[in-house]
């Protein structure tokens, strides 16, 4: 598509639509507040975003925490860690014909 003819064609309606000397209603104080906004300091929009954010992972923290101390023993892990440690570390040494 041609853009210089796409910008005539756009001038040309813009043109056909009468002028109106009417402002909608608080039109000034929506466009300063509009301007206001946008300038506003990077470091406040990350401040806004981690607040709102804070919510959601303290109830996710929760929920999480809950199904940990509820679940009990569901065969993953043992209460007594010893004997999967000291046979872990004796495997190297019990195979056989295994050297470094």
């Known amino acids: 598509m041609n853009l210089a003819e796409l910008e005539k ?3 040309a309606v813009a043109r056909a639509i009468p002028a109106n ?3 909608p209603y608080a039109f000034e104080q929506r ?3 509009r301007l206001r906004r946008s300038s506003v300091d990077l470091g406040v929009d990350w401040a806004t975003a981690l607040w709102r954010a804070a919510g959601p ?3 996710i923290a929760a929920v999480l ?3 940990t101390w509820s679940g009990g023993s569901s065969g993953g892990f043992s209460a007594n860690p010893e004997p999967d440690l000291e046979s872990s570390l004796y495997a ?3 195979t056989p014909g295994g050297s470094w």
């Open 9 to 11: 064609k756009l001038i």
């Open 21 to 23: 000397d009417r402002v």
């Open 31 to 33: 466009v300063l507040a």
């Open 57 to 59: 992972c303290l109830g």
């Open 65 to 67: 925490g809950v199904l």
């Open 92 to 94: 190297v040494v019990d």
